[in-house]
């Protein structure tokens, strides 16, 4: 028996010896102990950050460079998987899944909170931005703070604000004064605030989501929409309308949210790394939104596809007289101390 048992680790030594030259690995026992590689990823944190618009839009890019700044500033100790155009979740499926935990971080336009969390609708009130100069102010003043607070009670945690910039008018006829939306079949993100805007106007808004635009548009099931430049100029909307007015009535903004649980169970210096890398892609992303639709401005007017009209002042007046029952019947649900806030702005310029 011992002979035999000799024997047989003699073969067994001789079959692990040709396989390692037959694969031209090292199969040493020292090799099949501990591996600190796979230990490692073992560890990484999974962020799976879902978004609807496409990558090469403001939003798009900033979400890119967020993913390689917290991969550089945990030395790949959390991976930030980025799922765009929607792949993953809609508009609609994006928010509940990310309160279960099924994602971590979603961007949304923040139009899509305020049918459930009313104090959201300060931002959607027509010409509540009167200009870049507002923007900043609430993003990174008092009125963001008051409405990241809201998101506290559904495991939600308000990280940052994110532009993409001013809306304009597109249609296919010319749309210059408040009654020339007259029945105007119009495409909205849905939204109880952007509904009652339009019918105010006369309109007849149509809701639905970011991805079905450029086919409604084409199909003729609406009649114009309003976006921002970028928007327009990437996704091509000019192929499918034949007049823009630029109106700057109202602001596309979006709002980075993370899972609050997941947020509370991250290390401290992991969170610390991830603050200052969406910092860094927020800066990145503000700044690039204004250059982006300046520039894809002028694209659009070289392209010549679209009459593009350029709102006068006393056009922005009317339209701000014909939109005034919009704060009218919002603020009560807004609430007055987000509305002191707003008059404070206006009064402050």
Do not use: C
Not at 251 to 276: C, H, R, S
Not at 279 to 290: C, Q
Not at 302 to 319: C, N, S, V
């Amino acid at each position: 028996m011992k002979s035999f048992a000799s024997i047989a680790l003699f073969v067994l030594l001789g079959l692990v010896s040709a396989l390692a030259i037959g694969f031209g690995q090292d199969l040493s026992f020292a090799k099949w102990g501990y591996d600190e590689e796979q230990e490692h990823l073992s560890e990484r944190i999974i962020i799976k950050f879902s978004h609807v618009v496409a990558e090469n839009t403001p939003k798009g890019l900033a979400v890119n460079r967020f993913a390689q700044l917290v991969k550089e500033k945990t030395n790949d100790r959390v991976e930030v998987q980025v799922f765009p155009n929607g792949i993953l979740h809609s508009e609609k499926t994006e928010i509940p899944a990310l309160v279960n935990g099924e994602i971590q971080m979603i961007a949304p336009a923040y139009s899509y909170l305020s049918d459930t969390i009313p104090q959201w609708a300060v931002l959607e009130l027509p010409y509540v931005f009167r200009d870049q100069q507002d923007v900043e102010r609430v993003f990174y003043g008092d009125i963001g703070k008051m409405l990241f607070a809201t998101l506290d009670q559904s495991n939600m945690k308000g990280m940052a604000f994110w532009a993409n910039g001013f809306k304009q008018i597109t249609s296919n006829r010319p749309i210059i004064m408040p009654e020339d939306f007259k029945g105007q079949r119009i495409r909205i993100i849905p939204s109880k605030v952007l509904d009652e805007q339009f019918r105010t106007l006369r309109a007849l808004p149509v809701g639905s989501y970011f991805n079905d635009l450029y086919r409604m548009l084409e199909s003729g099931e609406v009649d114009g929409e309003e976006n921002t430049i970028s928007n327009v100029y990437t996704k091509r909307l000019y192929q499918v309308q034949s007049h823009m007015t630029v109106s700057n009535h109202n602001y596309l903004g979006y709002v980075v949210i993370m899972n609050q649980t997941f947020w509370n169970q991250l290390p401290a210096d992991i969170q610390k790394a991830i603050e200052e890398a969406l910092a860094e892609a927020t800066k990145f992303n503000n700044e690039l939104a204004v250059s982006m639709n300046q520039s894809q401005f002028e694209k659009l007017k070289e392209l010549g596809t679209m009459q593009i009209h350029e709102q006068t002042e006393e056009q922005r007046e009317a339209w701000r007289k014909a939109l005034q029952p919009v704060y009218d019947k919002f603020a009560p649900s807004i609430g007055q101390a987000l509305m002191e806030k707003i008059k404070e702005l206006h009064q402050g310029q």
